[in-house]
């Protein structure tokens, strides 16, 4: 378990050169990726286990995400791509990986998101084992060190993250309802860990 401030936000950063798989290219957001974002953003399926409803305003939502973009807050994401022609010929990004630092600089947190149609493809597996070693590069963290968490009944998300090695910990009751699953080194961390949900979480057991 690595100290606070072991991975620090504000120093570190992926490194810019993109990284390429057998199908895919994982490169630094650009202002192109707008769209992208926008139909993830619109679609009711991949919100479905995002705690925030659907985004209905297109100029809205793209404007967030390049002013969010000049300010550096997507620094520790990889737009992913097709490789070549030979593997697809949809030129907008397919989707995105996480590599980031949490709060506490305790944790480098994992995640993914991918359009509707690109699902069932492996697609978030192979990105997101590349973005791993990618960002371990410039992080240097040990597979102890990585972090996720998805609202219960994603079931695809919860294969990703086993594929990737982040075993199921603990579950999370936050502000309701909602039960969020916690993969990656020890449910006793959780409190501190998930500082950036900004709430007080309430623990509970994992079944089974």
């Known amino acids: 378990m690595a100290l606070d401030g072991t991975y620090d936000r504000e120093v570190l950063a992926l490194d810019p050169t993109p990284v390429e798989t057998e199908r895919l290219r994982l490169r630094l957001f650009e202002e192109g990726d707008a769209h992208a974002?926008?139909?993830?953003l619109s679609n009711p399926n991949v919100m479905r286990f995002i705690p925030r409803p659907a985004g209905t305003d297109e100029a809205e939502?793209?404007?967030?995400?390049?002013?969010?973009?000049?300010?550096?807050?997507?620094?520790?994401?990889?737009?992913?791509t097709w490789k070549s022609s030979?593997?697809?010929?949809?030129?907008?990004a397919l989707g995105?990986?996480?590599?980031?630092?949490?709060?506490?600089?305790?944790f480098v947190e994992v995640g993914y998101?991918?359009?509707e149609e690109y699902w069932g493809m492996g697609l978030a597996t192979e990105a997101g084992r590349a973005a791993i070693e990618a960002a371990r590069?410039?992080?240097?963290?040990?597979?102890?060190?990585?972090?996720?968490?998805?609202?219960?009944?994603?079931?695809?998300?919860?294969?990703?993250l086993r594929k990737l090695g982040l075993e199921h910990r603990q579950d999370a009751v936050i502000d309701g309802d909602d039960v969020w699953e916690l993969y990656g080194p020890g449910a006793e961390i959780y409190e501190e860990t998930v500082r950036f949900i900004h709430k007080?979480?309430?623990?509970?057991?994992?079944?089974?």
């Open 37 to 40: 974002m926008w139909l993830m």
């Open 61 to 80: 939502e793209k404007q967030a995400f390049l002013k969010g973009l000049k300010e550096g807050r997507f620094k520790f994401f990889y737009a992913v």
């Open 86 to 92: 030979q593997h697809g010929t949809d030129e907008t």
């Open 96 to 106: 995105w990986v996480l590599m980031r630092p949490t709060p506490d600089g305790r």
């Open 113 to 115: 998101w991918f359009r």
């Open 137 to 160: 590069k410039t992080m240097g963290f040990p597979d102890h060190d990585l972090f996720a968490y998805v609202l219960r009944g994603n079931e695809p998300s919860r294969n990703v």
């Open 200 to 208: 007080q979480p309430e623990t509970i057991p994992v079944e089974g």
